[in-house]
Structure formats: C-alpha cells, structure tokens
C-alpha cells in the first residue's frame, strides 16, 4: 500500500568561514581608548611589527610581505589595539607602560630590530640597542641602569 520513497540529498558545499583581518580593524569602542583613530600607516615592503605613531603608538601593525605565483608580493597589514594605559614598545615589541616604552616619536628608530626576527643565533637586541633605549625610556631616567 505504501512505496517507500529513499530521498537522497546531495551534500551541501558551505566555503570555511574566513575571518580575513586587515589594516584598522579594530575592536568596537576603540576611539574610547585612542579618540578618532588615524588610518594613515601603511606597511613597509617588510615583514615586522610596527608602532603606529599618528595614533600615539596605542595601536601597531603585523605587516607580513607574501611571495605571489608571478613574483610579485603582496605586503599584507594587520592592526591591534594595545589594553588601556599601554601603548606599544617598538624596543621589547610589546605594549608596555609609557614609562615602561621608548617614547612613540623615536619608534621608527628602532624599526631595524624587525629584521632580526627569525634570524639564527642573533639575539634581537645587542648592547648598542640596549644603551640608546635606556637612554630613552622614561623609567631608567629616574634610576641608573647598567646594560
């Protein structure tokens, strides 16, 4: 009396969620950390970690350059808040205090230390680098160090 019926349905094909990060996208309320946020860093052709100084180094940059089939590359840009009160040391590559940080103006300065990332055997800071941040850093003014 009944036909059974077998339905079959073809599997269905869902692409993977991509998240794809890009430059300045940030966490809602961030202008309630940094005010009006600059868009105006962009990545050098290298690969690092990068303070945003129009933006008083509360924010920095993962730059990452990608080989492409053609030989071209492609330099792709990844922005991140730093927590509230901290601001990003381009010396440790970290956020840190202010009185913890090289000031943001001389964060350029120390771009450089990006090229030793990944290096064999090389440390990422030597004693030179050590003695121009001390010479710099707000808490070591107050209280002699010795590298």
């Given at each position: 009396?009944?036909?059974?019926?077998l339905?079959?349905?073809?599997?269905?094909?869902?692409?993977?969620s991509?998240?794809k990060?890009?430059?300045?996208?940030?966490?809602?309320?961030?202008?309630?950390?940094?005010g009006?946020?600059?868009?105006?860093?962009?990545?050098?052709?290298?690969?690092?970690?990068?303070a945003?100084?129009?933006?008083?180094?509360?924010?920095f940059?993962?730059?990452?350059?990608?080989?492409?089939?053609?030989?071209?590359?492609?330099?792709?840009?990844?922005s991140?808040?730093c927590?509230?009160?901290?601001?990003?040391?381009?010396?440790s590559?970290?956020?840190?205090?202010?009185?913890d940080?090289?000031?943001?103006?001389?964060?350029?300065?120390f771009?450089?230390?990006?090229d030793?990332?990944?290096?064999?055997?090389?440390?990422?800071?030597?004693?030179?680098d050590?003695?121009?941040?001390?010479?710099?850093?707000?808490?070591?003014?107050?209280a002699?160090?010795?590298?």
């Amino acid at each position: 009396m009944f036909k059974k019926f077998l339905f079959v349905l073809p599997p269905l094909f869902f692409p993977p969620s991509q998240s794809k990060r890009a430059a300045y996208e940030l966490p809602d309320g961030v202008e309630f950390l940094v005010g009006s946020v600059k868009t105006s860093f962009t990545c050098p052709a290298k690969n690092g970690y990068f303070a945003d100084v129009d933006n008083a180094c509360q924010i920095f940059h993962v730059c990452n350059v990608v080989p492409k089939e053609d030989g071209s590359t492609e330099v792709q840009q990844y922005s991140f808040l730093c927590g509230n009160q901290t601001v990003f040391n381009q010396f440790s590559l970290t956020c840190a205090l202010p009185e913890d940080a090289i000031p943001c103006g001389s964060s350029a300065d120390f771009f450089y230390l990006n090229d030793r990332i990944g290096q064999e055997k090389v440390n990422l800071h030597d004693d030179a680098d050590l003695q121009r941040a001390v010479q710099i850093i707000p808490r070591y003014q107050q209280a002699p160090f010795k590298a």
